[in-house]
């Protein structure tokens, strides 16, 4: 059964930090691409970060600058996604997807799997 379990959203204010974690199940995680999405309330979803299956290849979004790292573990069936600087701007609903073979992407159509999203809310 796939799973994909979100976790570390909340509220923090500008120039915050956050680590978000996405667990996958290792039947579907482990030799796969994954990535993060996230949707802002109003607006298209938006790519943020992919890492591929080993954890040596990551590309990022446009609007990230810098600012946020992915990486994985995984012996632990992991990945993170390491934010720092926040601004208002990145509040939102943020997703982790598994992609359909070993490297992420930022086309959400490569992706197979969802989780069901965690809320980061940055205050100004």
């Known amino acids: 059964q796939v799973q994909l379990v979100e976790s570390g959203g909340g509220l923090v204010e500008t120039g915050d930090s956050l680590r978000l974690s996405c667990a996958t199940s290792?039947?579907?995680?482990?030799?796969?691409?994954v990535g993060w999405f996230r949707r802002a309330p109003g607006k298209e979803r938006e790519f943020v970060a992919a890492?591929?299956?080993?954890?040596?290849?990551?590309i990022y979004g446009d609007s990230i600058q810098g600012r946020f790292t992915i990486s994985r573990d995984s012996a632990k069936n992991t990945v993170y996604l390491q934010m720092n600087d926040l601004k208002p701007e990145d509040t939102a609903v943020y997703y982790c997807?598994?992609?359909?073979?070993?490297?992420?992407?930022?086309?959400?159509?490569?992706?197979?799997?969802w989780g069901q999203g965690t809320q980061v809310t940055v205050s100004s």
């Open positions: 997807a598994v992609a359909r073979g070993a490297y992420g992407s930022a086309t959400p159509s490569q992706y197979a799997y």
């Open positions: 290792k039947r579907t995680g482990s030799n796969n691409g």
């Open positions: 890492i591929n299956w080993r954890g040596d290849s990551t």
